[in-house]
């Protein structure tokens, strides 16, 4: 029987007191021509922020080549089309963040890989009524041009999950977004040396870095959150997009046990402890390690006493570590070597 994959599971929550992070396009028929409105999602006659998952990925990246020294895989551009090298052997990001290249079939062919790293939207956790800011131009001569961006305040929240089972192995098997690699390609004279430096290893169909290089790719994927920077009018509005709260487990399987313990109550976000505890004690044989709960001071202190008083009653059941935000990322990212392979 094929094993499960392992996978961690990650929830975290953004505190966003005036925030403008992922504005969309323009829209023509607003009253102000030259008005930024922010990404929402209507709900009935609720209006919801949220940060498209595209933007948060593309901050985690950046703070990865930055902060972690990544070599990114260069961007290749053809006419309407652009794809990156399809080398996770050089470059981490096609590893973890995946890709897709069409090549000549002589060549390999089109080459996929599903993303161990998957994410969700960042979403508001409470409806917002969304402030239009005006702004004027007027460092020149003439009349000056009036502009309009809009902004919220809110607690965004955000689930991912990282496949562990398949950082740093790829494959070749002719199925539609497994097919990572093909011999054809392998064979070309720069993607083989990036084989052999990279000191990877064929066993029938994958190639397999290193253990240390794995757990290295993996460890600095969960490491860069305390890191991660970026959105939309930052010179404006200054967000801290950094988890000030998080939950981490490694979990035997893929589904994501921690999207639904938080919600709204008075119009104020809630996390729900009753719920946490309930899909720990439910699930306690699938959680492979101990469960990580991250909190920064100043970030709903009433929490507090709550997450001390979980973490008595699931004593017996599952390890709880209540850690300020960036110890429990650390802490957790630094025990994944065991859980890889």
Do not use: C
């Amino acid at each position: 029987m094929k094993s499960m994959s392992k996978n961690v599971l990650g929830l975290v929550l953004i505190d966003a007191p005036h925030s403008a992070l992922n504005n969309d396009q323009a829209d023509p028929s607003a009253a102000d021509e030259n008005e930024s409105p922010t990404k929402v999602i209507k709900r009935g006659r609720e209006t919801i922020p949220y940060v498209s998952a595209q933007a948060w990925r593309y901050w985690w990246r950046n703070t990865l080549e930055n902060k972690f020294d990544w070599k990114m895989s260069p961007i290749i551009r053809e006419k309407k089309i652009a794809f990156t090298s399809a080398n996770p052997f050089s470059y981490p990001d096609d590893d973890v963040f995946g890709y897709m290249r069409a090549l000549k079939k002589d060549d390999g062919g089109t080459l996929t890989r599903l993303s161990p790293l998957k994410t969700s939207p960042l979403i508001s956790v409470v409806p917002q009524q969304v402030t239009s800011d005006f702004g004027v131009m007027s460092r020149h001569q003439g009349d000056p041009v009036p502009h309009v961006h809009q902004f919220y305040s809110t607690v965004l929240k955000g689930i991912f999950s990282l496949d562990i089972s398949s950082v740093g192995i790829f494959q070749g098997v002719a199925r539609t977004g497994y097919k990572n690699l093909d011999e054809a390609y392998t064979a070309k004279p720069e993607i083989k040396q990036s084989i052999d430096n990279a000191q990877a290893q064929q066993q029938d169909e994958s190639w397999i870095l290193p253990k240390d290089e794995r757990v290295k790719r993996a460890a600095e994927t969960i490491k860069a959150l305390p890191f991660l920077s970026g959105g939309a009018k930052s010179a404006l509005h200054l967000t801290d997009v950094t988890p000030k709260f998080i939950v981490l487990a490694v979990i035997n399987g893929g589904n994501h046990l921690f999207m639904n313990i938080t919600a709204e109550m008075s119009g104020e976000p809630l996390i729900k402890t009753s719920a946490l505890k309930e899909v720990i004690t439910d699930y306690k044989d699938s959680i492979l390690s101990d469960v990580y709960i991250g909190r920064q001071e100043g970030f709903h202190d009433e929490l507090k006493g709550a997450l001390e008083q979980l973490k008595t009653d699931l004593a017996g059941t599952k390890n709880v570590k209540i850690l300020s935000a960036k110890q429990a990322i650390e802490e957790f990212a630094e025990g994944l070597d065991s859980y890889i392979e």
